[in-house]
């Protein structure tokens, strides 16, 4: 067992606020999902599938109802979870720079947000890949300033209309993001920066670079699979490995 190894025996996961279902793309349907966090004891799981402007899998916003009513028959079989119905929505290049609308934020219990492939309006791929080559052949500073940009601007913007942004999805993830200005930002709109399991952001040096600013880490899991609900070894190692304090990841917690 190395030095990290034990700690992280020393600690466990209260909430995993970041989980995919069929809903999505997922493998599970929600029972599947909250089956397992009554498992491994989370008091805590949000049902959080993609938002609607992805052009593949977007959750159908005419469909919340039926999520609503499945989590609700979900209450006496698990009393001991408590089961929000979230969003991981995705940023888009104009305003609302979500696409999920500041009026239709309100029918979800948390919001979070991230950069996907896929999304009409986000922009990335499209401006800067050429499609028949498939390789980049823009400005990579120039696209880091755009990237950037977008969250920065989602951000802002939203917690300004009152669509707050609870979490901010594994940011740095495919594409060059600047995490300085990113950790700014979610320090000034009372953001959390997600550690996240399936992706590798936040990275090591990520982590080091956000954890200067004001600013609160999540783990989630990111979980597409039911068994994957509830992971956190493989962030909480990151965060370790960078030197950062667990008090300042809100979801853990000390055995
Ligand atoms: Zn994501
Ligand atoms: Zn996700």
Same mark, same amino acid.
């Given at each position: ?7 992280? &025996? ?15 793309h ?10 397992? /966090?009554?498992?491994?004891? #989370?008091?805590?799981? @949000?049902?959080?599938?993609h938002?609607?402007g992805h052009l593949t899998y ?10 609503? @009513? *499945?989590?609700? /028959? ?16 995705n940023t888009i290049r104009r ?19 991230g950069y996907h492939f896929g999304i009409l309006g986000a922009g990335m791929v499209t401006n800067y890949m050429n499609t028949r080559t498939g390789m980049f052949d823009g400005d990579y500073s120039k696209l880091k300033v755009k990237n950037t940009a977008m969250i920065?601007?989602? #951000? ?9 942004? &609870?979490? #901010?999805?594994h940011?740095g993830d495919k594409g060059p993001f600047d ?5 700014? /930002? ?7 920066? *997600?550690?996240?399991?399936?992706h590798h952001h936040?990275t ?5 670079? @956000? &954890? ?18 509830? &992971? ?9 490995? /960078? ?8 979801? #853990?917690?000390?055995?």
């Amino acid at each position: 067992m190395d030095k990290f190894e034990k700690i992280i &025996s020393q600690y466990r996961m209260i909430y995993d606020h970041h989980t995919h279902t069929v809903w999505s793309h997922g493998k599970g349907t929600i029972e599947d999902n909250v089956r397992e /966090a009554s498992i491994r004891g #989370l008091r805590s799981i @949000a049902i959080t599938d993609h938002g609607p402007g992805h052009l593949t899998y977007g959750i159908k916003m005419n469909k919340l109802g039926e999520m609503r @009513a *499945e989590i609700a /028959a979900l209450k006496e079989k698990y009393p001991s979870v408590e089961v929000l119905l979230g969003v991981e929505a995705n940023t888009i290049r104009r305003k609302p720079y979500l696409d999920v609308s500041p009026e239709e934020g309100k029918q979800f219990d948390i919001l979070l947000a991230g950069y996907h492939f896929g999304i009409l309006g986000a922009g990335m791929v499209t401006n800067y890949m050429n499609t028949r080559t498939g390789m980049f052949d823009g400005d990579y500073s120039k696209l880091k300033v755009k990237n950037t940009a977008m969250i920065v601007d989602a #951000l802002y913007y939203n917690e300004d209309a009152g669509n707050h942004i &609870s979490i #901010l999805t594994h940011p740095g993830d495919k594409g060059p993001f600047d995490i300085q200005d990113i950790a700014r /930002a979610c320090q000034d709109t009372g953001t959390l920066i *997600e550690i996240n399991d399936k992706h590798h952001h936040l990275t090591v040096e990520e982590i080091q670079i @956000a &954890s200067v600013f004001d600013v609160n880490f999540v783990i989630s899991s990111d979980a597409h699979m039911p068994k994957k609900v509830g &992971s956190f070894e493989g962030p909480f190692r990151r965060a370790l490995e /960078a030197g950062l304090d667990p008090e300042r990841i809100v979801n #853990l917690e000390k055995i």
